[in-house]
């Protein structure tokens, strides 16, 4: 199957600095990737669609000066969390678009945990 | 109308049982239905996934049940294992986009 992979799978950070989290497809290559968030025991929530090559698309409700993405190639996108508080604290997943059997299967990163103290 | 409703909430199922979720739709066009298996800390994986132009759909001992005039679609686990031990969701996508609706998320353990 096809491979994401997110980094880091951890990150502390002081309140009011800034993390970079990478998410790459290893072995195909993705024009779209999605990023999500997911508190505990709860479900993905979509924050928003990132395009190769094209601003990204955000979700209703997420700002998108605190959650920057960039889709700079067809194998990696990046979203930073800027000047982030302890509320940002959360499980942050990214996903790839596979683009065999007609651009449908999603597959998914580690995931990142952040933790903002 | 995007959303989509997952139960129940957490099953605990015996050692080579039966285990069956179940979830509901609105948006009639969504067209492609998967199914994820997540473990604490990981990110979700693709278990297996059907279109609405097929009814069912079996891949080892897991099995979907798809009902397009009910709007509902089904995973169920057959001889369930311990290491099933997971949460799953259901979710839905519309056209061939990779974009994803989540159902709720249920809790699986398999006791042994």
């Known amino acids: 199957g096809a491979v994401v992979s997110q980094h880091p799978s951890r990150v502390i950070c002081k309140s009011g600095t800034s993390v970079k989290i990478e998410c790459r497809s290893l072995?195909?290559?993705?024009?779209?990737m999605f990023w999500y968030r997911q508190f505990p025991k709860q479900s993905l929530m979509l924050m928003a669609t990132s395009n190769e090559g094209s601003k990204a698309t955000y979700e209703q409700g997420v700002e998108k000066d605190k959650f920057l993405i960039n889709h700079a190639s067809l194998t990696l996108s990046t979203l930073t969390v800027t000047s982030a508080h302890p509320e940002d604290s959360s499980f942050y997943i990214c996903?790839?678009?596979?683009?065999?059997?007609?651009?449908?299967?999603?597959?998914f990163g580690q995931g990142t945990r952040l933790t903002v103290v | 109308q995007q959303q989509v409703k997952q139960s129940p909430q957490s099953l605990i199922v015996q050692k080579g049982g039966i285990s069956i979720i179940n979830c509901a739709y609105e948006?009639?066009?969504?067209?492609?239905f998967p199914w994820y298996q997540q473990f604490p800390g990981k990110g979700p994986a693709l278990l297996i996934a059907?279109?609405?132009?097929?009814s069912e759909k079996k891949e080892g001992r897991f099995t979907i049940s798809f009902n397009k005039s009910a709007k509902q679609f089904s995973l169920h686990i057959m001889d369930s294992q311990p290491g099933d031990s997971a949460t799953y969701f259901c979710a839905a996508s519309l056209g061939n986009t990779g974009k994803l609706i989540f159902g709720q998320g249920t809790t699986l353990q398999v006791k042994p």
């Open positions: 996903s790839a678009v596979w683009p065999g059997r007609g651009n449908t299967e999603a597959f």
């Open positions: 948006n009639t066009a969504f067209d492609y």
């Open positions: 059907i279109r609405p132009d097929v």
């Open positions: 072995d195909f290559q993705a024009t779209t």
